[in-house]
């Protein structure tokens, strides 16, 4: 009796924040998502119409870059001083799950939003029975193109590569068109700088390649034909000049975005960085500038893509504030924010899929182009809670090949490195 009372106490405290109630509550979010131009009306609008149709609601907003957003969380939370809800890379989510730092959104959320929010993404957050993130700005990462580049290359932009061997030779031909727009062209802005993130992005070329990272019995492991072809050809990639060397995240997408390189992988976001930083100079369209399409697959006809959604958790701190669990479905189900946040971001802007083919997102090409890419996409190639830590290994062991080690060598160090990670 007391269980279902408590039950309906929450139900009740729901409705009457998603109807717009008196009570004040300060809700705390920690993320990257207004640190970005493109982004930043979108983002304004959310917290201003949430405010607005929830009296008495505020919402603390805490930004924090990408590539800092993990360890400023896992401080705030062993410091006591956790935010309600974080912006997570998809990865971060078993390790702030192992810290017992999570609520399960199973019993915070309304059905009609988890029902929309796709199997594949609820089972990939789903620890122990427990969902413990839900899709916010879903990143399929695709084989991003110049199709300019690839026609002055002599490359049929409309016949993008669907293999390995076929995108090496479209890599090599672009980079050999020489210097434009103010530099050297690259056949590739790869990100090869020593981050979690450099190591998560290169799990494509190794499914390009036919190969896995976690084996039949769940156990992660990188010392496969395929991972020592990838680190191979990281390495050649880079010494002929075809790709930068240790580019990070900002740096790769700078280079693509200038026209200086002529493939990239990257999500959805890519329209509203390619306009921004070039300055309207390049166009995203399937017979514009720039396009996308599947990463390559060792069969040609088998894509396996990541994918690097931007992801929300409730912390536990969170759970105790009824404001926070309504202030997640407000950024993934109010119909005038999603719409609002595409048309100023040129991105999909919510996990759900009713919401993905509604309104004018469900008739932008560029945005269904993603949206099918997604129906191949990985949320979680590792689930351990050292995950993180692994991606991190991956990214020295890249590096070092890269700069001439022995590429047997290293991927036994990294090999090592995962076991004691997994102990």
């Not at 979010?29 to 009306?41: A, H, N, P, Y």
């Not at 427990?130 to 300019?148: D, E, F, H, K, Q």
């Not at 893509?305 to 309504?326: F, R």
């Not at 020295?396 to 995962?418: P, R």
């Amino acid at each position: 009796m007391h269980e279902v009372r408590r039950l309906t106490l929450a139900a009740t405290a729901f409705l009457a924040l998603s109807a717009g109630s008196a009570l004040a509550q300060e809700v705390s979010f920690m993320g990257w998502v207004g640190l970005f131009d493109f982004q930043k009306k979108g983002w304004d609008n959310i917290v201003s119409s949430f405010e607005k149709s929830h009296p008495g609601m505020t919402v603390k907003y805490i930004g924090t870059p990408n590539e800092q957003t993990l360890n400023q969380a896992v401080v705030a939370i062993n410091g006591g001083q956790s935010p309600d809800i974080v912006q997570v890379n998809p990865g971060w989510v078993s390790q702030l799950n192992g810290m017992s730092a999570l609520t399960n959104l199973s019993d915070k959320l309304p059905k009609t939003t988890l029902d929309n929010i796709p199997q594949g993404y609820r089972d990939a957050m789903t620890f122990d029975g427990s969902l413990v993130a839900v899709p916010w700005i879903p990143g399929p990462i695709a084989m991003v193109y110049n199709r300019t580049l690839m026609k002055e290359a002599g490359l049929d932009p409309d016949h993008p590569p669907q293999t390995w061997q076929e995108f090496t030779s479209a890599v090599d031909a672009i980079c050999a068109l020489g210097d434009k727009n103010g530099g050297k062209v690259y056949g590739v802005a790869l990100r090869t700088a020593q981050q979690p993130a450099s190591g998560l992005w290169t799990l494509p070329i190794i499914w390009a390649q036919g190969g896995d990272v976690v084996d039949a019995g769940g156990k992660v492991n990188f010392d496969t034909d395929a991972t020592k072809s990838t680190l191979t050809w990281l390495h050649d990639v880079i010494g002929k000049g075809c790709a930068p060397e240790f580019a990070d995240i900002q740096q790769s997408r700078n280079l693509f975005a200038q026209g200086r390189a002529g493939f990239i992988f990257e999500g959805p976001w890519i329209g509203g960085i390619v306009a921004n930083i070039s300055g309207g100079a390049l166009k995203v369209g399937k017979d514009a500038d720039v396009w996308m399409a599947n990463m390559p697959a060792s069969d040609g006809k088998s894509p396996r893509d990541l994918d690097n959604s931007n992801m929300l958790v409730l912390t536990k701190k969170g759970a105790d504030n009824p404001a926070a669990a309504a202030f997640v479905d407000f950024i993934i189900s109010d119909p005038q924010a999603v719409e609002y946040f595409y048309e100023t971001s040129n991105q999909l802007t919510t996990g759900r899929t009713d919401l993905i083919g509604a309104g004018k997102m469900g008739q932008d090409p560029y945005v269904q182009a993603f949206a099918a890419i997604l129906k191949n996409a990985n949320p979680l190639p590792i689930r351990d809670v050292q995950a993180t830590g692994m991606y991190d290994a991956l990214s020295k062991a890249m590096q070092a090949v890269i700069k001439g080690a022995d590429v047997a060598g290293e991927i036994a160090t990294l090999d090592s490195a995962v076991e004691r990670l997994a102990d």
